[in-house]
């Protein structure tokens, strides 16, 4: 059940200043990673790592919210609050629908959440074993939850970063399988039931970025060209492209025991700043969709929102895609967004040199999606302003194949010094036409080019929507695509 009645949400938690209002946020106060994301008849379960008791970092409770559709959220009451084992850091959520943890009753199958206790007298007192894996599952589909008595189910071997457990059924061999991050590398665990455990290996300690500690990682098989192949997420804070955190991702093989890398290079499944400690929801089938925390631990307890902090990313599906340079992951929008369009307004295709003016003088004071497409290889930068002389600008430089997001003047910079800055992605695709989609909100900006190839999540805080939309290129172009959709409000 909501919290509030529909009416009541919207006034209250629905118009303020920067509230997002196309990307799920808590109604008041804290919000971090996104957890326990499960499907189950119908229902998409958003968990969310969540203080109810202030607008920072705080202890940790889940907040619960589902969806139909991946884009509106109904706010549910906190599903999971600290006990005596600690405070409930983030994981994930699995239908056990052979009841192999035999936590069913009466022919009701469970679904089982499996998260980390996290106790702070055990950390205060420098010990090095107090993060521990404990489950906790429901039998109402997702409404409550109990937490199990034989809690934890995997306790910490003296590994101070011991966290973050992401559970899914690996069907070849009839098992659970975990992957936790544990300090500077993976681990993997299988167990029969969920309840008991044992480690199969260990990954990553020579590999990838190690600017920080791995966290929330998540493990799925996607199929290319009929094989199968196993994406690893790691999500790393600090070390991330573009500074503070960010999430990193192999793809390779897993054989129920061991996960063996394609690659060696590291990649990131996002460049932008603000799309950390994402997972995908289990229980979906084929479809892998992702949801991350459209911030960054770097000024995540800063930004200038007020009676609540933090939002997620719009849903995101993940794919396969292989060019002469490998294999590499590509994200789109969830297809679902479409039900938030209205009708879409054409622009102008020719782009002139030099300051061009804004294209469309009615003013967009909502989220909209914005579509572009080049006809040749070449730089342009789509610029979104306001009428208070806030700018955002995102753009693609020839010269060094990049796309970048430049945030300095697009609002409220003064939280932190880190904040102002232009942020850079590699070109991946081999592409000789640019397309980019951006879907704009009235606090972020997401960018998924070339097809989602290269993707950048970046959040902003201007003092007005940034309605005014102006394209402009060093050499004259004419664009194959300018064209922008309003978006309705999710709330
Ligand atoms: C990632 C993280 C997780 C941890 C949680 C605590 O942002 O640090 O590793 O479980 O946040 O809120």
């Given at each position: 059940m909501p919290l509030l009645g529909c009416a009541q949400q919207q006034s209250q938690a629905g118009t303020e200043k920067h509230r997002p209002q196309i990307h799920f946020t808590p109604e008041t106060k804290w919000m971090n990673d996104p957890n326990g994301m499960v499907y189950y008849k119908g229902i998409y379960h958003l968990f969310y790592q969540y203080f109810p008791g202030g607008i920072k970092w705080g202890p940790m409770h889940?907040?619960?919210?589902?969806?139909?559709?991946?884009?509106?959220?109904?706010?549910?009451?906190?599903?999971?609050?600290?006990?005596?084992?600690?405070?409930?850091?983030?994981?994930?959520?699995?239908?056990?629908?052979?009841?192999?943890?035999?936590?069913?009753?009466?022919?009701?199958?469970?679904?089982?959440?499996?998260?980390?206790?996290?106790?702070?007298?055990?950390?205060?007192?420098?010990?090095?074993?107090?993060?521990?894996?404990?489950?906790?599952?429901?039998?109402?589909?997702?409404?409550?939850?109990?937490?199990?008595?034989?809690?934890?189910?995997?306790?910490?071997?003296?590994?101070?970063?011991?966290?973050?457990?992401?559970?899914?059924?690996?069907?070849?061999?009839?098992?659970?399988?975990?992957?936790?991050?544990?300090?500077?590398?993976?681990?993997?665990?299988?167990?029969?039931?969920?309840?008991?455990?044992?480690?199969?290996?260990?990954?990553?300690?020579?590999?990838?970025?190690?600017?920080?500690?791995?966290?929330?990682?998540?493990?799925?098989?996607?199929?290319?060209?009929?094989?199968?192949?196993?994406?690893?997420?790691?999500?790393?804070?600090?070390?991330?492209?573009?500074?503070?955190?960010?999430?990193?991702?192999?793809?390779?093989?897993?054989?129920?025991?061991?996960?063996?890398?394609?690659?060696?290079?590291?990649?990131?499944?996002?460049?932008?700043?603000?799309?950390?400690?994402?997972?995908?929801?289990?229980?979906?089938?084929?479809?892998?969709?992702?949801i991350g925390w459209m911030n960054n631990w770097t000024y995540a307890n800063q930004v200038p929102t007020e009676s609540w902090r933090g939002a997620t990313t719009i849903a995101r599906e993940f794919k396969l895609f292989s060019d002469k340079n490998g294999i590499s992951l590509r994200t789109e929008p969830v297809e679902e967004l479409a039900t938030l369009a209205r009708a879409t307004v054409n622009l102008p295709k020719a782009v002139g040199t030099g300051e061009s003016k804004p294209l469309n003088t009615t003013s967009l004071s909502g989220p909209y999606k914005l579509k572009l497409q080049t006809s040749s290889l070449a730089s342009f930068s789509v610029v979104l302003s306001n009428a208070a002389k806030g700018k955002l600008v995102v753009g693609y430089d020839k010269a060094s194949n990049r796309f970048y997001i430049d945030r300095r003047e697009a609002g409220n910079n003064a939280f932190n010094k880190e904040f102002a800055k232009i942020h850079y992605a590699p070109r991946i695709s081999s592409g000789k036409t640019i397309s980019l989609t951006l879907f704009v909100d009235v606090a972020s900006v997401e960018l998924f080019a070339d097809n989602g190839l290269s993707v950048m999540t970046d959040v902003f805080f201007p003092e007005q929507p940034l309605g005014l939309i102006s394209v402009q290129a060093p050499a004259a172009l004419t664009l194959k695509e300018l064209s922008y959709t309003p978006l309705k409000s999710i709330w």
């Open positions: 889940w907040g619960h919210a589902t969806s139909k559709d991946l884009v509106h959220w109904d706010r549910l009451p906190v599903a999971l609050y600290p006990d005596s084992l600690g405070l409930i850091f983030s994981g994930s959520a699995v239908v056990d629908s052979l009841n192999t943890s035999g936590l069913g009753r009466d022919g009701k199958i469970p679904l089982v959440a499996i998260f980390t206790h996290h106790d702070m007298k055990g950390e205060e007192e420098k010990r090095s074993d107090f993060q521990n894996q404990s489950l906790a599952y429901s039998l109402d589909e997702g409404k409550t939850w109990t937490k199990y008595t034989g809690n934890p189910v995997l306790k910490n071997p003296g590994i101070t970063d011991f966290r973050d457990p992401k559970v899914s059924w690996y069907p070849e061999q009839k098992k659970w399988v975990m992957t936790l991050a544990t300090k500077n590398r993976i681990t993997f665990y299988s167990s029969p039931d969920l309840k008991s455990w044992k480690k199969e290996s260990e990954f990553g300690e020579q590999l990838g970025a190690h600017g920080g500690v791995w966290e929330c990682p998540d493990l799925f098989p996607l199929t290319l060209n009929g094989e199968k192949y196993y994406v690893l997420l790691i999500s790393i804070n600090p070390g991330a492209p573009n500074g503070g955190s960010g999430t990193q991702y192999f793809i390779g093989d897993f054989d129920g025991n061991k996960f063996t890398p394609l690659q060696s290079e590291t990649r990131w499944i996002d460049y932008g700043t603000d799309n950390y400690a994402g997972i995908t929801w289990s229980n979906t089938g084929s479809r892998k969709v992702f």
